[in-house]
């Protein structure tokens, strides 16, 4: 059979790895399982992919260090155990890590720092940072400071809003089964395996309802959701099972292992789409000839160097509208500075903003990867 020549192409990753895998169905954590893992992240590095580690298993490894025999139910308890368990998981992907010459970077997210803008803007920051200096980050909840109401709560769902936030290729979900089945094969001895499906394909839903396994929270319901949450960025899901040797190197090289969930559009439309869908524009930009030439062209950023005039109330993060001289859209996009910031910056080399603000965010003033060209 074909490879899945998609998948195969994916050049940035987000590897996801539940608790039921991470803890060996609770019996502390999989130290031994942890390291074959880190090698196929390692392998994948090689292959100059960027992987980035969305790992659950806090709350499993401290319940097992502070002695409860079963997960505590009061939330101060909940707490402690993911503070304890935490150490304890970054240090064992840390000491994998350094073995294939990796370093890790730890990074505790909260529903707050993704739905606000300007939180949401630092946190991709940090993390594409990261990737380009080559660092393996490693996500989880903050499960110390969260409360219930605002809780990501199963790790799957942050794996998408990761997906979403580094504009990743693909996800991939390891998990204790070998995919998704049409039914819980838990309860169902004749579930099939679905290979190929699109992430917003109906049935979904109640195919995945079956209930979670004894220390997963989400179960399957969480995973086609976060397919879907991803596929709004445009990126595939693939669901495996975490225990199958070499699984992630195998699925991410396109083999038919496990299940696929594509999106229904590639990455620009869904960002297109995204871009002119949901936001209004909070200012309009003046470009030069140069700069206008220079988007045309595509695959650029746009600089302040290119820019004449600020005009509006934005803040960064904030959708503004690029015109050219005689006043005609020429793109639209998610600016990295104020109004006020902008207008100290026009005409200048980013090499000056540092010491026009005293700080510099970004050196440009519009990602390529936030802007779409009209
Ligand atoms: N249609 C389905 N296909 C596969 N697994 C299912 C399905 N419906 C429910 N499940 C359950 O979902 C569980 C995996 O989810 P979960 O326990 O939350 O694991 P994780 O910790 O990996 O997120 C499986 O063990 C299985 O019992
Ligand atoms: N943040 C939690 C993970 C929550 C959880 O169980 O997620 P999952 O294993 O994806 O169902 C922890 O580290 O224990």
């Given at each position: 059979m074909e490879r899945r020549e998609k998948i195969a192409k994916a050049r940035r990753l987000v590897v996801k790895i539940g608790s039921a895998l991470l803890t060996n169905d609770g019996r502390g954590l999989d130290v031994e399982r942890i390291g074959l893992w880190v090698e196929q992240i390692a392998q994948?590095?090689?292959?100059?992919?960027e992987v980035v580690l969305v790992s659950s298993g806090s709350i499993a490894a401290g319940m097992k260090r502070l002695g409860f025999s079963s997960r505590p139910t009061q939330v101060n308890e909940?707490?402690?155990?993911?503070?304890?368990?935490?150490?304890?998981?970054?240090?064992?992907?840390?000491?994998?890590?350094?073995?294939?010459?990796?370093?890790?970077?730890?990074?505790?997210l909260t529903h707050d720092d993704l739905s606000n803008r300007r939180r949401y803007l630092n946190a991709r920051s940090s993390l594409r940072t990261l990737l380009s200096l080559g660092a393996v980050p490693i996500v989880n909840e903050n499960d110390t400071v969260v409360t219930d109401e605002i809780r990501f709560g199963d790790n799957d769902t942050l794996g998408a809003l990761v997906a979403n936030l580094v504009e990743a290729d693909a996800m991939i979900i390891l998990t204790d089964q070998q995919g998704l089945f049409?039914?819980?094969?838990?309860?169902?001895?004749?579930?099939?395996?679905?290979s190929h499906v699109s992430a917003t394909d109906?049935?979904?839903?109640?195919?995945?309802?079956?209930?979670?396994?004894?220390?997963?929270?989400?179960?399957?319901?969480?995973?086609?959701?976060?397919?879907?949450?991803?596929?709004?960025?445009?990126?595939?899901?693939?669901?495996?099972?975490?225990?199958e040797e070499s699984v992630i190197l195998r699925v991410a090289s396109g083999e038919h292992v496990g299940t696929w969930l594509q999106p229904e559009h590639g990455r620009l439309a869904a960002r297109k789409q995204w871009l002119a869908g949901?936001?209004?524009?909070?200012?309009?930009?003046?470009?030069?000839?140069?700069?206008v030439k220079a988007l045309r062209k595509g695959s650029t950023s746009l600089l302040a160097v290119g820019v004449k005039d600020a005009q509006g109330s934005f803040s960064r993060g904030d959708m503004v509208l690029c015109l050219d001289g005689q006043g005609a859209l020429v793109a639209r996009g998610l600016i990295n500075y104020t109004v006020a910031e902008t207008l100290k910056l026009l005409g200048r080399p980013s090499s000056d903003i540092l010491s026009v603000l005293g700080y510099e965010s970004e050196p440009e003033l519009i990602n390529r990867d936030d802007l779409v060209i009209i």
């Amino acid at each position: 059979m074909e490879r899945r020549e998609k998948i195969a192409k994916a050049r940035r990753l987000v590897v996801k790895i539940g608790s039921a895998l991470l803890t060996n169905d609770g019996r502390g954590l999989d130290v031994e399982r942890i390291g074959l893992w880190v090698e196929q992240i390692a392998q994948l590095r090689k292959q100059g992919k960027e992987v980035v580690l969305v790992s659950s298993g806090s709350i499993a490894a401290g319940m097992k260090r502070l002695g409860f025999s079963s997960r505590p139910t009061q939330v101060n308890e909940l707490q402690a155990a993911a503070a304890v368990g935490q150490m304890e998981l970054v240090g064992v992907y840390e000491s994998h890590f350094e073995k294939h010459g990796l370093c890790t970077a730890q990074i505790l997210l909260t529903h707050d720092d993704l739905s606000n803008r300007r939180r949401y803007l630092n946190a991709r920051s940090s993390l594409r940072t990261l990737l380009s200096l080559g660092a393996v980050p490693i996500v989880n909840e903050n499960d110390t400071v969260v409360t219930d109401e605002i809780r990501f709560g199963d790790n799957d769902t942050l794996g998408a809003l990761v997906a979403n936030l580094v504009e990743a290729d693909a996800m991939i979900i390891l998990t204790d089964q070998q995919g998704l089945f049409d039914k819980n094969p838990r309860d169902h001895v004749d579930a099939t395996l679905i290979s190929h499906v699109s992430a917003t394909d109906e049935r979904l839903e109640s195919m995945a309802s079956g209930g979670a396994g004894l220390l997963g929270s989400g179960g399957m319901l969480t995973k086609v959701r976060a397919a879907r949450l991803a596929a709004r960025s445009g990126a595939d899901t693939l669901i495996a099972s975490g225990r199958e040797e070499s699984v992630i190197l195998r699925v991410a090289s396109g083999e038919h292992v496990g299940t696929w969930l594509q999106p229904e559009h590639g990455r620009l439309a869904a960002r297109k789409q995204w871009l002119a869908g949901q936001l209004k524009s909070r200012g309009t930009l003046v470009l030069d000839d140069g700069a206008v030439k220079a988007l045309r062209k595509g695959s650029t950023s746009l600089l302040a160097v290119g820019v004449k005039d600020a005009q509006g109330s934005f803040s960064r993060g904030d959708m503004v509208l690029c015109l050219d001289g005689q006043g005609a859209l020429v793109a639209r996009g998610l600016i990295n500075y104020t109004v006020a910031e902008t207008l100290k910056l026009l005409g200048r080399p980013s090499s000056d903003i540092l010491s026009v603000l005293g700080y510099e965010s970004e050196p440009e003033l519009i990602n390529r990867d936030d802007l779409v060209i009209i």
